[in-house]
């Protein structure tokens, strides 16, 4: 299973383009970006992103992936909504 906080540090690192960014955006150090991502790669078996120095570039592999935790926060926030709507609503109405 994907850990969700690594996912959080790839979407960021996407975001910033920058390794350094990305950890202070974070409050992590850099070299704990850099084991979020190389444990992502290990994990799915591919290269997420091209090192360019100081920028990044998003490799096929790592695009699918960025689609993917962009789609997992579309569900994210529709599971809310709807655990807000049924679950705290009803809650609230048989607490009143």
């Known amino acids: 299973m ?3 906080h690594h996912l959080i540090t790839f979407k960021t690192l996407v975001e ?3 390794f350094t960014q990305t950890a202070q955006q974070l409050g992590l150090t850099q070299p704990a970006v850099s084991q979020h991502i190389k444990k992502l ?7 997420l992103v091209i090192r360019h120095g ?4 998003l490799t096929c592999a790592g695009e699918v992936l960025l ?3 962009l789609n997992l926060e579309v569900c994210y926030e529709r599971f809310m909504e709807k655990w ?9 109405q048989q607490a009143g």
């Not at 790669?41 to 290269?47: C, I, P, R, S, V």
């Open 2 to 4: 994907l850990n969700t």
């Open 16 to 18: 910033t383009g920058n």
């Open 41 to 47: 790669e290990q994990g799915l078996g591919a290269t």
């Open 54 to 57: 100081r920028t990044t570039e």
């Open 67 to 69: 689609k993917h935790i």
């Open 84 to 92: 807000q709507q049924e679950v705290v609503q009803e809650r609230d």
